[in-house]
């Protein structure tokens, strides 16, 4: 076992160790570093740490015990490795549920409906404010700053993916497929490419170009 732990479910592990799977990421990361700069990987590696927890032990999150590994590793002083965790916010050093709920509140999606998204968030998991995580241990409910994909906001960031052009009755179709062991395609929720306008294009259109008197 890679993690190990006396104490309670989602109490803080008292081991941790790199799987076969990680080592071979870190031997990708640590390459692309002279020795004498390789402190410079510590934000992949955390990132590393976090993306086994999740594979071991469905939660997705960086206990301290992992950052001492990390620190070790790269020859660092632990408590820069805590300042760099606990920094970033795509860094969970708590316990988190299998899926991560990350709602984006700023401006572009506020505008475009994120209070809907929330809401049903909500809904769908029985969470009743951000922070928290439903009682079945499934869902995590997040509040984020702008995911920088606003033009097809409202975004929800589940983990690693992105769902776009959400609306309340979207996210509850999301959250329930997601709650059947389902993962959707990620990306637009609406018929429409990337970032093309909703309902089609209002201007640069052939039918729509003016041309210059007498050239009709």
């Not at 031997?27 to 390789?38: C, G, M, S, W």
């Not at 992992?66 to 820069?80: G, N, Y």
């Not at 959400?166 to 929720?189: H, N, Q, V």
């Amino acid at each position: 076992m890679s993690v190990q732990s006396d104490a309670p479910q989602g109490a803080e592990p008292t081991h941790f160790a790199f799987d076969e799977d990680s080592e071979r990421q870190i031997a990708t990361v640590l390459a692309k570093y002279p020795p004498e700069r390789k402190a410079s990987g510590v934000l992949p590696l955390l990132y590393i740490v976090q993306k086994q927890m999740g594979r071991a032990t469905g939660s997705a999150w960086i206990p301290r015990v992992a950052m001492d590994v990390v620190a070790e590793r790269l020859e660092m002083a632990p408590i820069r490795v805590y300042e760099v965790a606990t920094f970033y916010l795509m860094f969970n050093t708590t316990p988190i549920g299998r899926y991560h709920l990350q709602v984006c509140t700023t401006t572009s999606c506020w505008l475009r409906g994120s209070d809907d998204v929330t809401a049903a968030c909500k809904a769908a998991t029985g969470i009743t404010g951000f922070g928290e995580t439903s009682k079945d241990g499934l869902f995590t409910l997040t509040e984020v700053e702008c995911l920088g994909a606003c033009s097809n906001a409202p975004i929800l960031q589940v983990d690693d993916d992105y769902y776009e052009d959400l609306d309340g009755p979207r996210t509850l179709e999301l959250i329930e497929a997601l709650r059947r062991g389902e993962r959707p395609t990620p990306g637009p929720t609406i018929a429409r490419m990337a970032c093309a306008p909703a309902g089609g294009r209002k201007v640069l259109r052939e039918d729509a170009v003016q041309k210059p008197q007498g050239q009709e």
